[in-house]
């Protein structure tokens, strides 16, 4: 197991909506990738949930159809992979889609999928996933190579997600960068009662019951 990393997430909104975390990555080197909701879970008013991981990487497929912001990518397949060995995979279809032949390329620090000749378009969708679930996914196609050299950036959005959601990130106003400063692995983020963020390395912004009160009065 390698470093554990934690985000705790607090509700101080009179919203009901779901906390999702999720990775950007300008630099990752393949192009026609897409975001996905690393994390999502529902978080009540006046209330917290926690986040956890490890830098643990995996290829993952899925059959998405059209790969566009709204499907949701549940993966069929999870493959352990790393960066500097077993990060080559190919990705077939023999009468079903499936996962074959890890081994390890170079250079080192990007995951490699090759996709054989039997891939249809617009059927299925390959990416990475960490800590068990897919971050990054792009379309399947024929005899292509896809490449992803990751560097792993958080964030986190605040509204209606559910764990593989394709992410429309130019339209997402309201996000947030979580960034883990050095020898730092757990970070406290708010949610404030103005639907603004606060981020912090240590835990001072404290649930507000009130939060809470405005929500029951909603309902």
């Known amino acids: 197991m390698g470093q554990q990393y934690a985000i705790n997430f607090a509700n101080n909104s009179i919203n009901g909506w779901s906390a999702c975390v999720f990775q950007q990555d300008e630099n990752i080197g393949q192009t026609g990738v897409m975001s996905l909701a690393w994390f999502a879970k529902k978080c009540n008013p006046a209330t917290k ?44 279809n023999n009468g079903a889609f499936l996962f074959e032949g890890q081994g390890t390329a170079t250079p080192a620090g990007s995951l490699y999928i090759d996709q054989t000749p039997n891939i249809p378009l617009y059927t299925a969708s390959v990416g990475i996933g960490m800590s068990g679930s897919g971050t990054f996914a792009v379309q399947a196609q024929p005899n292509i190579n896809a490449t992803f050299t990751p560097h792993p950036k958080y964030w986190m959005a605040f509204g209606q997600f559910t764990p593989g959601d394709v992410l429309d990130i130019q339209q997402m106003s309201n996000i947030v960068e979580i960034d883990f400063p050095a020898n730092v692995y757990t970070m406290y983020v708010t949610f404030n009662a103005d639907n603004s963020w606060t981020v912090s390395q240590s835990p001072s912004v404290s649930v507000d019951k009130s939060a809470q009160l405005m929500s029951a009065r909603k309902k």
Do not use: H
């Open 49 to 92: 949930c926690n986040f956890n991981w490890t830098i643990d990487y995996s290829f993952v497929w899925a059959e998405t159809g059209v790969l566009v912001p709204g499907v949701n990518f549940s993966a069929s397949q999870t493959v352990a992979a790393g960066l500097t060995s077993n990060n080559l995979i190919t990705f077939d």
